[in-house]
């Protein structure tokens, strides 16, 4: 019997082993994370620049991309200069472009100084990293568009993917800025979302990782939307009921997502390390916009043995459940469903047909205690009666010692042992004193 702890060192237990998974399939991946300049303006972005050395030492490759929008802006302010916005992009005359120049040099000295600071005692000490700045990019003008002439603002038009790789492989953070040059040696003003976005493309890299102002996507409700695939969130994009800064990160997302960039997250950058929370845990802080699904319920497989052993094991020793062997569900494990949620199962039913009498047994019915309150099981069920009426089955019986109210609740009346089929009375285990329930669908 081990030793008591505190909850603060439980809690600090359950979140590393929750996060380990994700520790051992990050390593080796390719993240791009894109921030404005107000990120390194902030007094707390030495935490992310912290949290930044503990993805690169974990094994992620990373690609920074930053912008430098308050501080251009500064410097506009400070010449007396107005400067312009259409269809939220900066128009970059001479002037800005000087200014452009300046604050994004600025912006990206702080970062690599940050990020090679290694004093004794702090969270950065040893960590040795090496950051790899460059022309990345090549850009073209946006030149003149519905009579408004852009000047040096400029749209990405190559990605040098290969001299990134080589930087990345050699185990260097990429440092990008929102500039882009010409083979003519010109130099355009780019936006930081749209060379993270393009960035993340070239690479078919498996995160893109935008900080934002914003708390995620809301619904019309001011809802967080935890996740989206690509044809929701361009759904939310024809509504145009989101702020405009929702709907230009909502664009870059599908654009990317639908290019071969795995998932696209969307994160409060206000919140104490928001990148941990975001991607070592299951649920996440942000908005993640995806071209798959996040979350699945399917036919089980002989894989789907441990998830679902895991997921019953607290409820046998309840009581709740019948114990289940790994050798008893490795042979029915045809009979399962599970609901899976990044690559964790969360849900799972039996289904048992006696196809016969035209009548199945629900059984093993088990949501984790981190999603009981979202309707899992609801919607569990719903599938598997569902499944039902596609084999031709008209009704669905379980038996149950905990949650007689909660099938109530949905349409099950209690029965009588005898309306059982034969085969399952002779099964029936008279010390469990299970209730009958059956619903006709």
Same mark, same amino acid.
């Given at each position: 019997?081990?030793?008591?702890?505190?909850?603060?060192?439980?809690?600090?237990?359950?979140?590393?082993?929750?996060?380990?998974?994700?520790?051992?399939?990050?390593?080796?991946?390719?993240?791009?994370?894109?921030?404005?300049?107000?990120?390194?303006?902030?007094?707390?972005?030495?935490?992310?620049?912290?949290?930044?050395?503990?993805?690169?030492?974990?094994?992620?490759?990373?690609?920074?991309?930053?912008?430098?929008?308050?501080?251009?802006?500064?410097?506009?302010?400070?010449?007396?200069?107005?400067?312009?916005?259409?269809?939220?992009?900066?128009?970059?005359?001479?002037?800005?472009?000087?200014?452009?120049?300046?604050?994004?040099?600025?912006?990206?000295?702080?970062?690599?100084?940050?990020?090679?600071?290694?004093?004794?005692?702090?969270?950065?000490?040893?960590?040795?990293?090496?950051?790899?700045?460059?022309?990345?990019?090549?850009?073209?003008?946006?030149?003149?568009?519905?009579?408004?002439?852009?000047?040096?603002?400029?749209?990405?038009?190559?990605?040098?993917?290969?001299?990134?790789?080589?930087?990345?492989?050699?185990?260097?953070?990429?440092?990008?800025?929102?500039?882009?040059?010409?083979?003519?040696?010109?130099?355009?003003?780019?936006?930081?979302?749209?060379?993270? #976005?393009? !960035?993340?493309?070239?690479?078919?890299?498996? &995160? %893109?990782?935008?900080?934002? +102002? =914003?708390? /995620?996507?809301?619904?019309?409700?001011?809802?967080?939307?935890?996740?989206?695939?690509?044809?929701?969130?361009?759904?939310?994009?024809?509504?145009?009921?989101?702020?405009?800064?929702?709907?230009?990160?909502?664009?870059?997302?599908?654009?990317?997502?639908?290019?071969?960039?795995?998932?696209?997250?969307?994160?409060?950058?206000?919140?104490?390390?928001?990148?941990?929370?975001?991607?070592?845990?299951?649920?996440?802080?942000?908005?993640?916009?995806?071209?798959?699904?996040?979350?699945?319920?399917?036919? #089980?497989? !002989?894989?789907?043995?441990?998830?679902?052993? &895991? %997921?019953?094991?607290?409820? +046998? =020793?309840? /009581?709740?459940?019948?114990?289940?062997?790994?050798?008893?569900?490795?042979?029915?494990?045809?009979?399962?469903?599970?609901?899976?949620?990044?690559?964790?199962?969360?849900?799972?039913?039996?289904?048992?047909?006696?196809?016969?009498?035209?009548?199945?047994?629900?059984?093993?019915?088990?949501?984790?205690?981190?999603?009981?309150?979202?309707?899992?099981?609801?919607?569990?069920?719903?599938?598997?009666?569902?499944?039902?009426?596609?084999?031709?089955?008209?009704?669905?019986?379980?038996?149950?010692?905990?949650?007689?109210?909660?099938?109530?609740?949905?349409?099950?009346?209690?029965?009588?042992?005898?309306?059982?089929?034969?085969?399952?009375?002779?099964?029936?285990?008279?010390?469990?004193?299970?209730?009958?329930?059956?619903?006709?669908?």
């Amino acid at each position: 019997m081990g030793k008591e702890i505190n909850n603060n060192n439980q809690q600090f237990v359950h979140w590393f082993r929750q996060s380990s998974p994700y520790i051992h399939a990050f390593r080796g991946r390719t993240f791009v994370l894109a921030f404005d300049g107000a990120a390194v303006a902030d007094e707390n972005f030495p935490g992310l620049i912290h949290d930044i050395a503990l993805l690169n030492s974990l094994g992620i490759h990373l690609v920074l991309v930053h912008g430098a929008r308050p501080q251009i802006e500064k410097r506009l302010q400070e010449k007396n200069t107005k400067f312009d916005y259409v269809n939220g992009l900066r128009i970059t005359d001479d002037i800005a472009l000087d200014c452009v120049k300046q604050a994004v040099g600025s912006v990206r000295v702080e970062i690599e100084a940050q990020l090679s600071m290694g004093l004794a005692n702090s969270p950065m000490a040893g960590a040795g990293i090496r950051v790899a700045s460059g022309n990345y990019v090549t850009a073209q003008p946006l030149g003149v568009r519905d009579g408004v002439d852009y000047c040096h603002t400029g749209e990405v038009r190559r990605i040098d993917n290969e001299a990134i790789k080589q930087r990345l492989d050699n185990h260097a953070i990429v440092l990008a800025s929102p500039l882009g040059y010409s083979p003519t040696g010109e130099i355009f003003n780019l936006t930081a979302n749209e060379v993270a #976005a393009a !960035i993340a493309e070239a690479l078919q890299a498996d &995160k %893109l990782l935008f900080l934002t +102002e =914003e708390n /995620g996507i809301h619904d019309t409700e001011n809802h967080l939307l935890r996740e989206l695939n690509t044809d929701q969130a361009q759904q939310l994009l024809m509504r145009q009921q989101n702020t405009a800064d929702e709907l230009q990160y909502l664009r870059h997302a599908i654009h990317a997502c639908q290019r071969g960039v795995a998932r696209t997250h969307l994160i409060d950058r206000h919140i104490d390390g928001c990148l941990l929370q975001e991607l070592f845990s299951r649920d996440g802080i942000g908005t993640l916009i995806t071209s798959g699904l996040f979350e699945t319920t399917r036919q #089980a497989n !002989i894989d789907d043995v441990g998830g679902i052993l &895991k %997921l019953i094991q607290p409820l +046998e =020793e309840d /009581g709740k459940l019948v114990r289940r062997s790994r050798e008893q569900l490795e042979l029915e494990i045809e009979h399962f469903i599970v609901v899976e949620r990044d690559g964790t199962i969360i849900a799972c039913a039996a289904l048992y047909p006696y196809a016969d009498e035209h009548v199945a047994e629900l059984a093993c019915l088990a949501v984790h205690p981190d999603y009981r309150n979202a309707n899992r099981g609801g919607e569990l069920l719903s599938y598997t009666e569902r499944t039902c009426k596609q084999q031709n089955i008209g009704r669905v019986f379980v038996l149950t010692t905990h949650t007689a109210h909660w099938f109530q609740e949905r349409g099950y009346d209690k029965a009588e042992l005898e309306t059982l089929p034969v085969e399952r009375q002779s099964l029936y285990n008279y010390q469990r004193k299970s209730k009958v329930f059956i619903k006709q669908l």
